[in-house]
């Protein structure tokens, strides 16, 4: 049996950085605080038997969490499920080829992370 690790920096989970900020919208971090409820007790939250079963499969709540917060999701080495923002994946990498003083020179285009 093959294990996938969750890494997310969008999520918090196992991030590379850890941090307070969300890179989306660059403002302080809610995302690590979400919590699934079954909708029967969301509508009786008062009821003292809560739903003890939620059948939902990976794919549909991982479908879900990518249409609710844009997201995309990738393997990573084999093992890793990484699932972030959109704009993770869209960044702009390569060289600055700007003209300097008249000069061309190559520069190496910093890259927001």
């Known amino acids: 049996m093959h294990w996938l690790y969750r890494r997310s920096n969008f ?5 590379d950085i850890p941090s307070t900020i969300n890179y989306v919208p660059a403002c302080v971090q ?3 605080f979400i919590t699934i409820y079954q909708k029967s007790d969301v509508k009786r939250a008062t009821d003292s038997n809560n739903a003890t079963i939620a059948n939902m499969s990976f794919d549909n709540l991982l479908t879900a969490l990518t249409n609710m917060f844009n997201l ?8 890793i499920l990484r ?3 959109v704009s993770y994946y ?18 190496e285009k910093a890259v927001h992370v």
Not at 11 to 15: A, D, E, G, K, V
Not at 72 to 79: K, L, Q, T, V
Not at 90 to 107: A, I, P, Q, S, V
């Open 83 to 85: 699932l972030e923002h």
């Open 90 to 107: 869209t960044k702009n990498e390569g060289f600055d080829l700007t003209l300097d003083n008249g000069k061309m020179g190559f520069r």
């Open 11 to 15: 999520f918090q989970i196992n991030p």
């Open 72 to 79: 995309e999701y990738r393997i990573e080495g084999g093992n």
């Open 30 to 32: 809610k995302t690590s």
